[in-house]
């Protein structure tokens, strides 16, 4: 049979011939349309980012507007006129600070009490941009060894969520991280007291939280009163800190004014130091809302939550990821983002820092070690360590009231705990865990500041005094069997919980069980996902737990971990110690504005709580870190670290 290819056959072949050069048309007119649009999109882009810087300076002008019309109606309401309604140059009354009469208007002040003014230029001590290197934007990356499991302001329990927070939300004031004096951050300026009893400032004009609305008196007057001491909200741990403010009242939009319960030598810090947060953003949730939360959080500060969405919060084990806030009212920083990844196994962090997926860890005392003698590592990174004033102090805490509401651990006697202290050789930790990048305790003040009592030194590592000191609490071996037992035949076992993911806490909880057994004593490991560790303290649901503490001040108060109050709810007193007269050194304490006879009360309560041993302290440590080095002005302050600060040098700088 013949294949034939008549007329239909043309006219079909033909058609599709036409059919495919129109799709091959229409494609090229879609890529050229694809070309235009990305085009589009660039300058949409740009434009958006100019639109964006000029918003930030039509807010900051139209803000010192508003600040000036503000400042003049109030003069001319109190009588007051401008020494020079001509224009030209006024004089101020206030030296050294160069800014105009309105500038250092005083109206809103109480008369007769000295104005103290901040810097205009706002917190920023170390300014990148004069580095080598220097160039804007980039993504920082945190390894962080812990999971946060709340972000909330208010609602975080660890350091981890303070860290985070810190970039986010700003206060009236803060510790400079050079000097550890407090500076102004939201407050330009400020008034206390002679006496102690009140404390009035004055919000910066041109402060803004991160959705563009102003700071105001009412936000500090909201944050103190309706969410830290709203007791439907859990944060009884904030309310231990911020306990001296009796009122919060505004003054004008612009001025708010502090009254305290009693002169107490914190009441400046207390009232300067509160992470203020806006109103008009969380009054629109109910306590059990706030309380449920894992990442509402809003502020006025450098940066802002990449994602912040009521409806689908951040939830632990994401990414926490910060944006420069653009509408930031201080020194712009350099970074565009910061990212916080979690990887709670020491390896595994390690291994990640160094395959560059992130700029900064925290090492063990081993891996620190070993990498500062590793000239290839030193290449690329710097080991970093310097005691500072958020180095904390690690610890064993024991249980001395009942275990979840319970029955007592054997730790509710004070010879018992003293026992386990001379039970564990902290110069073998030191030096065979910690390489000796550490200071053995002695209590809960670090010893390089004046609360510390230098009079007390370590209790020795002594077995037979443990033994005997366990066998006069009523702990001997009874049936022959080789553990303790009480005179009710209790064994004695307990359980110590410990947060997974380091080598160095495992050994350290190791060593402790094998000096335990030695002794007659049978210790079980608990470790835990670090997330849940806060539940189990606020539970109160442990016989013995080893962690740190980091400081946020320079001089602590210790009513947060001490005081018989903050037994309550959940308060940071999660081992129940209950003293008197530690109590009683305390409430002293908080009332010497003398700090020569205040540190003497402190060294009283030292001497308490190194006697009663509620916990054993074990370390003074400094801060740790692994540092990439195309990370530039890393600042190792008085305070810690400012990633505000920070920036990614250029391609030529990493090269050189």
């Known amino acids: 049979m013949q294949n034939k290819f008549g007329l239909k056959d043309l006219v079909l072949f033909t058609l599709v011939i036409l059919i495919g050069i129109s799709v091959w048309l229409s494609m090229v007119q879609r890529d050229k349309e694809s070309a235009r649009l990305q085009a589009v999109q660039a300058k949409v882009e740009a434009i958006e980012g100019s639109t964006s810087r000029i918003q930030r300076t039509i807010d900051t002008e139209l803000s010192a507007v508003r600040d000036t019309v503000s400042t003049l109606e109030q003069r001319v309401a109190s009588g007051v ?80 969520g303070r860290y985070i927070t810190d970039e986010v939300t700003e206060s009236l004031g803060r510790y400079n991280p050079a000097t550890l004096r407090i500076e102004g951050v939201l407050a330009d300026a400020w008034q206390m007291d002679p006496d102690g009893m009140w404390l009035r400032c004055r919000i910066r004009g041109n402060a803004r939280f991160s959705d563009g609305e102003p700071v105001t008196a009412e936000d500090a007057r909201y944050t103190y009163h309706d969410l830290i001491w709203n007791m439907q909200i859990e944060a009884d741990r904030f309310r231990s800190v911020y306990e ?8 004008s939009d612009k001025v708010v004014e502090f009254t305290f319960k009693q002169p107490k030598y914190d009441n400046f810090a207390q009232a300067m130091l509160y992470p203020i947060v806006p109103k008009h953003f969380y009054e629109r949730f109910t306590p059990q809302q706030i309380n449920q939360s894992t990442g509402l959080m809003m502020g006025s500060g450098p940066f802002r939550l990449e994602r912040l969405d009521v409806n689908s919060q951040w939830t632990p084990p994401n990414d926490i990821v910060l944006v420069r806030n653009e509408r930031y009212w201080g020194p712009r920083p350099a970074l565009d983002r910061i990212r916080f990844k979690i990887i709670q196994d020491s390896i595994a962090r390690l291994t990640a820092f160094d395959n560059g997926q992130g700029d900064m860890i925290r090492p063990t005392p081993q891996q620190f070690d070993l990498k500062r003698k590793d000239e290839r590592f030193n290449q690329m990174a710097e080991a970093k360590d310097w005691y500072n004033m958020q180095g904390g102090w690690s610890f064993i805490a024991w249980q001395c009231g009942p275990r979840n509401g319970g029955k007592l651990t054997p730790f509710a006697d004070k010879r018992v705990r003293l026992a386990m202290t001379h039970l564990i050789d902290r110069d073998r930790i030191k030096r065979d865990i910690y390489m000796g990048l550490a200071r053995i305790g002695t209590g809960p003040f670090n010893s390089e500041t004046p609360q510390a009592n230098p009079e007390i030194e370590p209790w020795p590592y002594d077995e037979r005094k443990a033994a005997e000191l366990l066998a006069e609490a009523g702990w001997i071996d009874r049936d022959g069997d080789g553990v303790r037992e009480n005179e009710k035949g209790d064994r004695f076992v307990f359980q110590i919980t410990y947060g997974n993911g380091s080598d160095s806490t495992l050994q350290m909880v190791t060593y402790i069980k094998d000096q335990c057994a030695k002794i007659g004593i049978v210790c079980e490991l608990n470790p835990i996902d670090w ?34 109050s903050s037994i309550e709810g959940t308060g940071d007193n999660f081992v129940q110690w209950r003293n008197e007269e530690a109590d009683g050194y305390i409430q002293q304490g908080e009332t010497l504005i003398d700090e020569d006879a205040r540190m003497k009360v402190w060294h009283q309560l030292h001497r308490v709580i190194h006697e009663e041993q509620p916990y054993t302290p074990m370390f003074e440590l400094p801060w740790l870190r692994l540092m990439n080095k195309r990370v530039g002005n890393v600042q190792t302050y008085k305070s810690g670290l400012e990633p505000s600060e920070f920036f990614i040098k250029s391609e030529k700088a990493q090269a050189n």
Request: hydrophobic share 35%.
């Open 244 to 251: 001296a403010i009796e009122t919060v009242t505004v003054v």
């Open 81 to 160: 006129v401008l020494a020079n309604p001509g224009g030209g140059n006024a004089a101020s009354s206030n030296t050294g600070g160069g800014s105009s009469a309105v500038d250092r208007d005083e109206s809103w002040a109480r008369p007769g009490v000295k104005v103290t003014w901040s810097k205009p230029e706002g917190p920023i001590e170390t300014s990148p941009r004069s580095f080598p290197g220097y160039q804007d934007g980039g993504e920082f990356i945190s390894i962080l060894e812990g999971q946060p499991p709340i972000i909330t302001p208010y609602r975080y329990a660890d350091v981890y």
């Open 531 to 564: 997330s849940i560790l806060q539940s189990i303290l606020d539970r109160r649901d442990f016989d013995a737990a080893t962690f740190a503490w980091s400081a946020s001040s320079p001089e602590s108060n210790p009513r947060q971990l001490w005081a018989i």
